[in-house]
């Protein structure tokens, strides 16, 4: 009597499996680069439609004097508890003039808790897309150069280029904007998901 047998070879299932792993890899790849620009274009919306609520507010003021996250929440700004990269969001005045000025003519919107990656992706990508008319600057680096990005964003500022921090400003600033991959790169080195991107508006 003949038993007819059918089935797979254990060669045609390692072949499978290979094919079936280059396949997830590659699947893999693309989720995380698809992730990787949903983010990107979620943290620019949500910075453009922050900068056009407050600065419609603004329009004729003369100072953002108490400016907070709360503040702007109540004036329609769709601010949530994280950003697209689970790090923080801060909204705060600035001053507008100069490093030394104390006035609050100008705002600043900042995002922390950024990795490397992202950080030199908005800083080299993000100001054609949230640009607009009250548009001062941006800067990235690390959270701990915070303070000197925002001190480095003024109306006229000739911009900076640092080992862990640079700033550009709109009008002749000496970093150009968009900014350089190359220089965002250098200023974004923090380690650990602590970069920050800021973007200035008056």
Request: net charge neutral; proline share 4%.
């Amino acid at each position: 009597m003949k038993i007819n047998e059918t089935g797979r070879s254990m060669i045609e299932m390692l072949g499978v499996l290979a094919i079936v792993g280059v396949l997830s890899v590659g699947g893999l790849a693309g989720y995380s680069k698809m992730m990787s620009q949903y983010k990107i274009n979620a943290s620019l919306e949500q910075m453009g439609a922050i900068a056009s609520k407050i600065s419609a507010y603004g329009a004729g003021k003369d100072s953002y004097t108490g400016l907070s996250n709360v503040s702007a929440k109540k004036l329609g700004a769709p601010i949530t508890d994280t950003n697209p990269y689970d790090g923080g969001i801060t909204i705060k005045p600035s001053p507008i003039e100069s490093k030394n000025s104390n006035d609050t003519q100008a705002y600043v919107i900042e995002f922390t808790g950024l990795t490397e990656d992202a950080c030199v992706t908005l800083g080299s990508s993000a100001w054609g897309n949230v640009r607009n008319s009250s548009f001062i600057g941006l800067g990235v680096g690390s959270e701990s150069k915070a303070s000197s990005i925002e001190k480095a964003l003024y109306l006229g500022c000739p911009g900076e280029s640092k080992t862990d921090y640079a700033a550009a400003c709109s009008g002749g600033s000496t970093v150009d904007l968009p900014m350089d991959p190359g220089i965002a790169s250098v200023a974004c080195n923090c380690p650990s998901s602590n970069c920050v991107f800021m973007m200035k508006f008056f």
